[in-house]
């Protein structure tokens, strides 16, 4: 990715698109089933909590982290969404729609404290 287009927010559905053509681009679909997406995913989620197995509780922004320890956190972070937008994709699911709506069912589901 060049330098402009990680300065730029990029969005769900610009993601999913371009996962879509790099699957494509390399013949990949024909692994994406949904089973093996989440397969896949769930690996990811192992390798991220591997970062932080043995750190204890870190403090937000992570301000003792190595920057190479950040990078680090970052490209598994990234590889778990971008299984999670493939995985939706291939299922028919909307998650940018789906997430939107779950935020609204939690605040029905826990509402704010009112003081």
């Known amino acids: ?31 994406h089933s949904p089973r093996n997406l989440l397969l896949a995913m769930v ?3 192992g390798e991220l909590s591997e970062i932080f197995q043995w750190r204890g509780e870190v403090d937000r922004g992570l301000p003792n982290w190595e920057e190479s320890d950040k990078e680090h956190l970052g490209e598994e972070l990234s590889d778990v969404l971008l299984y999670l ?20 069912k939690n605040a029905i589901k826990y509402p704010a404290k009112i003081q």
Do not use: N
């Open 85 to 104: 937008i493939r995985l939706a994709d291939i299922c028919g699911i909307d998650l940018g729609d789906a997430a939107s709506k779950k935020i609204v």
């Open 1 to 31: 990715m060049i330098a402009e287009e990680r300065a730029k927010d990029i969005g769900l559905k610009e993601l999913s698109k371009r996962l879509e053509e790099f699957a494509k681009a390399r013949d990949w679909e024909k692994f």
């Open 43 to 45: 690996g990811e989620v």
